[in-house]
């Protein structure tokens, strides 16, 4: 058996492919896969930031066009790029365990932490969920957009004299980079992206071969955290346009999940934390969806 595996080209994303065929492999050694590297939209427009180009699906919609015309078997992506709902016809295989949500710094030498920057210090992000929640607690940084891949961001820090810039902890620790991480942003200080650090593995439907050798790395604690705050994404609609965040923790048999809804502008920025059964993480995020709705509705009124 083969399974052609798309991915986007960048370090990360071929690292991540890379280590979901590398597990793969341990539970399937007779499986034979081969990688296919797609360009997308998000990786061609790299002067424009994410908000600007205003387009759901800006790093899958090419690869999934080859899932759907069987050009490749089955795509691996970051699930946080994924849009609320997948085209006709596709869907997720199970979810390998997560690896840490949170958001980091990368802070130029001397800095350590938040509290360290000094007054009017320059952060580089190209996210607003990031850059809003920044402002909250240091309403005198000076938020700049940045884009690019990890290390091309990570750069900018000496190319454009930036004090520090924010990532996903996860795409750092992926690549090795480590070392680089001079502050982790606790998930109450910046709520992460929903499903930030777990990884979608997309599949045709009627597929159950393939989707039987995924099924493999199947990580029931990740499942139930991305099914809680992707249910809280699908329930407000989000976009790239506004900031947006849900994070999920398990405690026990409880769920408490978190979220984040604000204006493109960041003037509102609506916090609210829910707890709920286990056995329900998605009602539990459309729940809470409809209750950041409400909120914002009436501070729109």
Known sequence: MKIVVGTRGSKLAVTQTNWVIDRLKEKHPNVEFEVKIIKTKGDIIQNVSLDKIGDKGLFVKEIEQQLISRQIDMAVHSMKDMPSSLPDGLKFASIPKREDPRDVLILKDGYSCLEDLPQGATIGTGSKRRKYQLLNCRPDLNIVSIRGNVDTRIRKIVDENLDGVVLAASGILRVGLEEKISYYLPTDVVIPAPAQGALAIEIR?????????????????????????????????????????????????????????????????????????????????????????????????
Request: proline share 2%; charged share 35%; aromatic share 6%.
């Open 205 to 301: 439907k009627n597929e159950s071969e393939i989707e039987e050798v995924i099924n493999s790395l199947k990580d029931e604690m990740t499942e139930i955290q991305v099914a809680a705050e992707r249910g809280f994404l699908d329930g407000v609609n989000g976009s790239c346009h506004i900031p947006m965040g849900a994070y999920c923790e398990i405690d026990g048999d409880k769920l408490k999940l978190t979220g984040l809804y604000g204006d493109e502008e960041g003037n509102a920025l609506i916090i609210k934390l829910i707890e709920g059964d286990i056995k329900s993480p998605r009602e539990l995020g459309n729940d809470l969806a409809k209750l950041v709705l409400k909120e914002y509705e009436q501070y729109e009124g």
